[in-house]
């Protein structure tokens, strides 16, 4: 029994403290794509910087602008995800976002799926949020499934991989694939099924961004800088035989495996700070997933 303490304690400060292993790496599945091959700049292009083999892109936020840009093709299903760097310092009031949408296809009726960073000030971590909105009413009561999260880690001090799994069944976040929430389809109308396009941009949303809009964007400490690196778009195109096989979320598949569902529990015991379900002021006649 003596000889078996040290290693549950091991394991217990391993669980408590360390990063959370999933045992499963998409990332390293697929291989990145040139920024041209996959995207295009949407809005902002003077806000926008292409290394010359195209393996990164660096956009930024002042005054005048921020930027944006989208993928070649819609999808309706795949794995997306990209390697991020943040700016440091003061950021308040500033997204930097990974996200699908077709909002430009069904402008207020839309779906979208989001990976946003909610900038911050000096000395406070930066929040991570995750959301989904299906079908947007268009008159002003878009219901966002938000579960916001503090990371494990300074996302300012090096690129971490971000990456969105969606297919017909489920939504993925993943963290350096670690999954951080799984969102599982319990209706058609709770689930987005409509092809999506990628996109990232950064832009100003002092009016709720940072601590609900009481921190604005600063310009004294313009530009707002965000890197992007190691672009990886790889599904099933809005025009890809119906044979197309969506990709997997785990070895098994669909699902996560156990030590995949370990992880995530360590990230949202340690590491969540909101979530849409718990929270005792929403309506959630709007979100009927919450009581499933």
Same mark, same amino acid.
């Given at each position: 029994?003596?000889?078996?303490?040290?290693?549950?304690?091991?394991?217990?400060?391993?669980?408590?403290?360390?990063? !959370?292993? !999933?045992?499963?790496?998409?990332?390293?599945?697929?291989?990145? *794509?040139?920024?041209?091959?996959?995207?295009?700049?949407?809005?902002?292009?003077?806000?926008?910087?292409?290394?010359?083999?195209?393996?990164?892109?660096?956009?930024? *936020?002042?005054?005048?602008?921020?930027?944006?840009?989208? &993928?070649?093709?819609?999808?309706?299903?795949?794995?997306?995800?990209?390697?991020?760097?943040?700016?440091?310092?003061?950021?308040?009031?500033?997204?930097?976002?990974?996200?699908?949408?077709?909002? $430009?296809?069904?402008?207020?009726?839309?779906? $979208?799926?989001?990976? $946003?960073?909610?900038?911050?000030?000096?000395? #406070? !971590?930066?929040? *991570?949020?995750?959301?989904?909105?299906?079908?947007?009413?268009?008159?002003?009561?878009?219901?966002? @499934?938000?579960?916001?999260?503090?990371?494990?880690?300074?996302?300012?001090?090096?690129?971490?991989?971000?990456?969105?799994?969606?297919?017909?069944? #489920?939504?993925?976040?993943?963290?350096?694939?670690?999954?951080? @929430?799984?969102?599982? @389809?319990?209706?058609?109308?709770?689930?987005?099924?409509? !092809?999506?396009?990628?996109?990232?941009?950064?832009?100003?949303?002092? &009016?709720?961004?940072?601590?609900?809009?009481?921190?604005?964007?600063?310009?004294?400490?313009?530009?707002?800088?965000?890197?992007?690196?190691?672009?990886?778009?790889?599904?099933?195109?809005?025009?890809? &035989?119906?044979?197309?096989?969506?990709?997997?979320?785990?070895?098994?598949?669909?699902? *996560?495996? &156990?030590?995949?569902?370990?992880?995530?529990?360590?990230?949202?015991?340690?590491?969540?700070?909101?979530?849409?379900?718990?929270?005792?002021?929403?309506?959630?006649?709007?979100?009927?997933?919450?009581?499933?």
């Amino acid at each position: 029994m003596a000889l078996l303490l040290p290693s549950l304690l091991l394991l217990l400060l391993h669980w408590s403290n360390a990063q !959370p292993s !999933p045992g499963y790496y998409p990332s390293h599945r697929f291989r990145p *794509l040139r920024f041209y091959h996959g995207f295009n700049n949407l809005w902002g292009p003077q806000h926008q910087y292409v290394s010359g083999d195209q393996s990164s892109v660096t956009i930024w *936020l002042d005054r005048n602008s921020g930027s944006g840009f989208k &993928s070649n093709r819609p999808f309706r299903s795949g794995y997306f995800s990209a390697s991020i760097k943040l700016q440091r310092g003061y950021t308040a009031g500033v997204i930097t976002a990974f996200y699908l949408s077709n909002n $430009e296809a069904h402008p207020g009726f839309h779906d $979208e799926v989001d990976v $946003e960073f909610l900038g911050t000030t000096p000395g #406070e !971590p930066y929040t *991570l949020q995750t959301n989904v909105y299906i079908r947007g009413s268009g008159d002003g009561r878009i219901i966002g @499934r938000e579960m916001k999260f503090h990371l494990w880690f300074d996302p300012t001090a090096g690129f971490h991989n971000y990456a969105i799994l969606w297919n017909a069944r #489920e939504i993925i976040f993943y963290v350096d694939d670690v999954p951080i @929430r799984r969102y599982p @389809r319990k209706s058609v109308y709770t689930f987005p099924l409509r !092809p999506m396009w990628v996109y990232g941009s950064i832009w100003d949303a002092s &009016s709720w961004a940072t601590d609900d809009g009481k921190y604005k964007a600063d310009y004294r400490y313009q530009p707002f800088v965000a890197s992007f690196t190691r672009f990886v778009v790889h599904g099933c195109s809005a025009f890809a &035989s119906p044979r197309c096989r969506p990709v997997h979320s785990s070895p098994f598949g669909i699902g *996560l495996s &156990s030590r995949q569902s370990m992880a995530m529990h360590w990230v949202q015991k340690h590491c969540m700070i909101y979530n849409y379900c718990w929270d005792h002021k929403r309506d959630h006649s709007l979100t009927p997933e919450c009581r499933n």
